[in-house]
């Protein structure tokens, strides 16, 4: 049983010992404190040769802007972008979206709205990328409890149908320097508990993710803890999908853990090079 479970190429075709970390959940008290950006593609191309979608989430208020690209070489732009505003960038690790999860969802609401609108060869998709945007804007997040447009501009989203057809230039009043001062500090009074209610309202979702998570995990996964030095296999995701890959090893390695960040690993290999890419040790 021993050689068995010391073999190498027994365990890079065995069962993985799948290691549960706590949940740690991000921390952000400010719209644009924090943006989540992601590329989801190839889509369906367009008339207009889009095959990409670029989204940027803010963590805070959960708004969402994105950008249909042709290639995925346009996503450089981003790290062009980083450098030139002086963002501190941080890479999610390979192979495991679960990490990006409020970026994932983002991708997912996005899709999901677009199967409903795009046509039969759903090659128009670019058309209702706005529309898609402004509902996904102006509806109630289920963790902040509010409109992301609410959190971004402080008040609510008009819609075209609450416009009034016509409005006499009699009936326009305007305002002077006092009630422009007088709007400026009560909407500023307001906003700033308004962020306080969303922070709270974000901290208690937290914690509800925190406690279901940790009952899905005693469930299902094993209580290991890693050091730096031990030595580690890596999951081969790239054999997933790709023609002549059923037969290759599940795993890869060994490696050793070299550093840690949250919850992913800095890897080396055998000739003592470090990985580019963090992974994920869940």
């Excluded at 095959?51 to 346009?74: G, M, N």
């Excluded at 795009?118 to 804007?137: A, M």
């Excluded at 305007?174 to 906003?191: G, I, N, T, W």
Aim: glycine content about 4%; overall charge positive.
């Amino acid at each position: 049983g021993n050689k068995i479970q010391e073999c190498d190429q027994c365990q890079k075709v065995g069962k993985p010992l799948t290691a549960v970390q706590p949940l740690q959940c991000i921390q952000v008290s400010e719209v644009w404190e924090l943006i989540g950006i992601d590329l989801t593609g190839p889509l369906p191309k367009t008339s207009s040769g889009f095959q990409y979608i670029l989204t940027a989430t803010d963590y805070f208020s959960k708004w969402v802007e994105a950008f249909p690209l042709k290639t995925k070489s346009a996503s450089e732009l981003n790290s062009d972008l980083c450098k030139l505003l002086q963002i501190e960038r941080s890479v999610t690790a390979a192979y495991h979206p679960q990490i990006n999860g409020l970026d994932e969802k983002t991708n997912d609401n996005i899709k999901r709205a677009l199967r409903k609108l795009v046509n039969d060869q759903q090659n128009n998709w670019d058309l209702y990328l706005e529309p898609t945007l402004f509902s996904l804007r102006s509806k109630v997040h289920t963790t902040t409890k509010y409109t992301p447009f609410f959190l971004m501009y402080g008040r609510e989203a008009v819609f075209p149908s609450e416009v009034p057809a016509q409005v006499p230039i009699s009936n326009i009043i305007l305002p002077d320097d006092k009630r422009y001062s007088d709007y400026v500090q009560s909407e500023s009074e307001a906003q700033h508990a308004v962020k306080e209610t969303a922070q709270e309202n974000i901290a208690k979702s937290q914690d509800k993710q925190k406690v279901a998570y940790a009952k899905r995990a005693l469930k299902k996964y094993k209580n290991v803890v890693y050091n730096v030095g031990d030595q580690i296999l890596l999951l081969n995701m790239r054999k997933r999908g790709r023609k002549g890959g059923r037969l290759e090893p599940d795993f890869s390695g060994p490696y050793t853990i070299d550093d840690f960040s949250g919850k992913c690993v800095r890897l080396k290999n055998a000739e003592g090079n470090t990985l580019k890419s963090l992974y994920s040790i869940d």
